[in-house]
């Protein structure tokens, strides 16, 4: 890996993420903790603009840190009781950090050439070390709206997805709704 | 790939689910438009129609022959008589569910709770048919999450609504295991196409891969579904989940999301992991691999779910340890499919998922009688049960008979072809384990039957009233669970047969 | 250039964060923002092996835009059910959802 302006960025936006991602998981204010999420999904958009995804880079943005992440502050506002926490784990942490630790290990091992004994195929690893193809258009955003409107493409995922989005919506209010008494 | 493009047959295919959606929204349009006290009839609309759909179903033309004749709509999904079983099934369950929630004010006058049910039967349609990874994750959602809101909907009642939050965080977590293991199949192949040449299983048995990251995204699959089917070890959400939620809810969640997954299971494993037969000059054969880890799934998943049932006192988590047991017979047939010649193992799941549906729902039933009368849904409180509501403690029994695998009740045809396709693919021990197992189990399904039978209550002379409509309801359901064990046998195992065998055009 | 190894660990990093958030913490909330970083490490997946492998198809561009809608969908109903939680009980502390119980 040479010393260039992208890895830097890389190591930048992953650190962010991964950094980020941990205060989320150990921060005892919980109000703290949703803005290091804000922090950690604002790195992961950093890392598909690198990616040449600029479109899901922004729907990051917007759907993700803007959405999610604006719901979840207001779910921590509305249960402002139990913001501060006596006690942020339950009694699992050791065992659930071995978990998380041990899944960790298996998932560098097998799917990083780390080990050389244990990469993927040959011919996966002769892509691994190479440079991604090129030539790369950025005009994604065109692509993918042609296919998933497509009748041999993506619409039926796409149409129940909208199906969904309302089930999802409706649900949302039926269940968090106060009784009109 | 080529993929089927007639306008026609790609209308056929998803004809199911275009009804439903219209279902729904006339569901919602009728709870807006209806006064307080017709909102009932509501339900009684939408169960109808969705057992209209269900009788229609089995009319649907599937395109015969070729792979690629049967993969519509870009190769989403694959309309073939294993999809159309499956959906019959998923939609008798979402019709009984409508009946046997209207005993239950908190939700038969709210359409959102039809809506809800109705989504997910989409979600659960599609499911069955799913032949592509971005297809499959958001049928998979589009069922979970309509379930979540369902678990959660009486939301002054704080059991279901913590219920509910839990079925949600879990089935959220799996997701987050399934998902992991679906990008990492996607990076191996570039497809999201499960079938055909350029799809995942064949470039997988291509063996061009090391086995390493592919036993974890194995692993990763099989984690996410042993939650949703409630396999052992992933089950523990199963038992609370069931108690907390509204009855009619849990005798949803239990039938129509476990058949779905069930269904999905078969046709991931066999499609994505083929075995030899499957994969045209294959280099890897990775069906060596799930087998055992499936046959061990099933034992511990009946064990431990049987012998955990022994102990309980509350009919419904007895009932939830029960399904556990049960998820575990039908992963006997999951482990036979891939060494079984004619399909037998898919067609033995699919027929078991079919009487299971009927069943749990019949059971599932008469607990919500039974609860709307007497406030109680402890074992011991159905003492003399026979005696207070005969006809109660006969569709209770026929329910039990069925779960225990007693003829003339479905549930005896069911686990015999269960068993008879694991004795086929020469999974000996593991039809072993799954008898006795059925020994185990049936101790205590008759235990319930005789305490409604024998057992004195301080009650005796209190009667039970039954609503005029769940006794129609009820006796319909426990008919089809006889009629399914003894003259409708042939012709839906014949069905379930020829589904099996599609599987491995 | 960076490999694309180097995605996949911080994909893989990512994920086993969460997951750890996910088993450890007792707050409902802190649960689902784990959840949230697990998905995350699957579009992170999803891209870089979009990008390194089949660039010239935009499946994985797909795939991963519908894990954004599903996911958004999912915090909907997940934190109303929190809210309805917090009505009835005044807590959203998850310690009785034991995920290593057997």
């Known amino acids: 890996m040479e010393f260039t302006y992208e890895t830097v960025a890389f190591f930048i936006f992953a650190l962010t993420t991964l950094g980020s991602g941990i205060m989320v998981v150990t921060d005892e204010n919980l109000f703290h903790a949703s803005l290091y999420l804000l922090f950690s999904l604002f790195g992961v958009s950093g890392l598909f603009v690198l990616l040449v995804a600029p479109f899901l880079a922004a729907v990051q943005v917007l759907v993700y840190m803007g959405a999610i992440g604006i719901l979840i502050i207001f779910a921590i506002m509305l249960t402002r009781g139990m913001m501060k926490m006596d006690q942020v784990y339950n009694s699992q942490r050791v065992a659930a950090a071995v978990v998380a630790v041990l899944l960790f290990i298996a998932l560098a091992v097998t799917l990083t050439p780390i080990v050389d004994e244990l990469e993927f195929g040959e011919d996966l690893n002769a892509e691994l070390a190479e440079d991604p193809v090129a030539d790369v258009t950025y005009e994604t955003v065109n692509e993918l709206g042609k296919v998933i409107t497509d009748r041999n493409g993506f619409v039926l995922p796409f149409e129940v997805a909208s199906l969904l989005l309302t089930a999802a919506m409706i649900g949302a209010i039926v269940v968090a709704r106060e009784d009109e008494a | ?505 | 250039m960076v490999p694309l190894y180097m995605y996949l660990l911080v994909a893989a990093a990512l994920f086993c964060i969460g997951v750890f958030g996910v088993l450890s913490r007792r707050n409902a909330i802190a649960i689902l923002m784990g959840i949230e970083l697990m998905l995350n490490a699957v579009n992170i997946n999803l891209v870089a092996f979009w990008r390194y492998l089949k660039p010239d198809e935009i499946n994985g561009q797909v795939f991963a835009a519908f894990v954004f809608v599903v996911a958004a969908a999912e915090a909907a109903v997940g934190l109303a059910l929190i809210i309805s939680v917090y009505r009835n009980r005044n807590t959203v502390e998850a310690e009785d959802i034991n995920l290593l119980k057997w």
């Open chain 2, 1 to 505: 790939m080529v993929f089927n493009t007639d306008v026609t047959a790609n209308f056929w295919a998803v004809a199911p689910e275009i009804a439903l959606a219209i279902i729904g929204l006339i569901v919602l349009g009728l709870d807006l438009y209806s006064r307080e006290s017709q909102r009932r009839d509501v339900g009684y609309f939408a169960g109808f129609l969705l057992l209209a759909l269900a009788a229609a179903t089995v009319f649907v033309p599937t395109p015969d022959g070729s792979l690629s004749e049967q993969l519509v709509l870009g190769g989403m999904l694959r309309h073939d008589q294993f999809t159309q079983i499956f959906r019959t099934m998923i939609y008798i369950a979402a019709a009984l569910t409508c009946f046997i929630a209207m005993g239950d004010n908190r939700m038969r006058y709210k359409g959102e709770f039809y809506l809800l049910v109705i989504v997910a039967t989409i979600g659960a349609s599609l499911l069955a048919g799913a032949s592509d990874l971005v297809m499959v994750f958001v049928a998979l959602e589009t069922l979970s999450i309509s379930l979540y809101a369902l678990a959660g909907f009486v939301r002054d009642d704080a059991r279901s609504a913590e219920s509910g939050l839990k079925y949600f965080l879990i089935g959220s977590f799996a997701t987050g295991f399934t998902l992991y293991g679906f990008s990492l199949l996607y990076g191996f192949t570039g497809a999201t196409q499960i079938y055909g040449p350029d799809g995942i299983g064949q470039q997988l048995a291509a063996g061009k891969l090391n086995d390493a990251p592919i036993i974890v995204a194995m692993m990763m699959i099989v984690v996410g579904f042993g939650f949703k089917i409630s396999a052992v070890p992933f089950h523990f959400w199963t038992p609370d989940v069931y108690e907390g939620s509204p009855t009619a809810m849990t005798a949803f969640v239990s039938v129509a999301s476990k058949a779905a997954s069930f269904a999905v299971l078969l046709r991931f494993m066999l499609a994505v992991f083929p075995p030899e037969k499957l994969a045209v000059g294959a280099a890897a054969d990775y069906s060596e691999l799930w087998v055992p880890l499936i046959s061990v799934l099933a034992v511990i998943t009946m064990t431990i779910g049987n012998v955990v049932a022994l102990v309980q006192k509350n009919i419904k988590r007895l009932l939830a340890y029960s399904s556990i047991a049960q998820a575990g017979y039908a992963l006997m047939g999951v482990a036979a499919i891939a060494t079984t010649d004619g399909g037998q193992g898919a067609a033995s799941v699919a027929f078991y998922m079919f009487m299971y549906i009927l069943t749990n729902i019949l059971a599932f039933g008469c607990i919500i009688v039974f609860a709307n009368a007497t406030g109680s849904e402890t074992i011991a409180d159905f003492a003399s049960l026979g005696r207070r509501n005969l006809w109660l403690a006969m569709f209770m029994t026929i329910a039990l008979l069925s779960l225990g695998g007693i003829p003339p009740a479905a549930g005896f045809i069911g686990k015999f072809y269960l068993f008879r396709a694991a004795v086929d693919a020469d999974l000996i021990l593991l039809a072993v384990a799954g008898v006795l197992n059925s020994i185990i189990a049936l101790y205590y399904y008759l235990v319930i039957i005789k305490v409604m039978f024998v057992d004195p209550s301080p009650d005796e002379d209190k009667d039970i009233p039954m609503p005029a409509n769940y006794a129609w309801v009820l006796g319909a359901a426990s008919l089809a669970v006889v009629l399914l064990g003894t003259v409708l046998a042939n012709p839906v195992i014949d069905w379930a047969t020829q589904a099996g065998l599609e599987l491995f055009i």
